[in-house]
């Protein structure tokens, strides 16, 4: 199994950056070998998939960040960063890491807040 723990949320005036990063531990081989994600949930709305990379470093971007975030993935130090640019206020949201295929566990996330 592996856990994963989100870190690095906060609140920021539009316009900023932030970088968020997924810590990996236990079963390495499993994070190494699959696609992950950054995912994010706003209030009363449904969990969306934000960015992916995959296993050979491709990556995915969904429509309203490409430009704004790039996602990285470092398989010595087992994390998943995200650097998120030129923040907007509908970019506040609760963030949170996972396989592409949602197969671990959820985290407790971590609270991206961008102020107008």
């Known amino acids: 199994q592996v856990q994963l723990v989100e870190s690095g949320g906060g609140l920021v005036q539009a316009g900023e950056s932030l970088r968020i990063s997924c810590a990996a531990s236990?079963?390495?081989?499993?994070?190494?070998?699959?696609?992950m994600g950054w995912y994010r949930q706003a209030p009363g709305k449904p969990r969306e998939l934000v960015a992916a990379i995959g296993s050979s470093f491709s990556t995915y971007y969904t429509d309203s960040v490409k430009g704004r975030f790039i996602i990285s993935r470092d398989n010595v130090k087992n994390t998943v960063d995200l650097q998120m640019d030129s923040l907007k206020p509908e970019d506040t949201a609760v963030y949170y890491c996972n396989t592409e295929t949602r197969a671990v566990s959820w985290g407790q996330g971590t609270q991206v807040t961008v102020s107008s």
């Open positions: 236990g079963n390495i081989f499993f994070f190494r070998s699959n696609a």
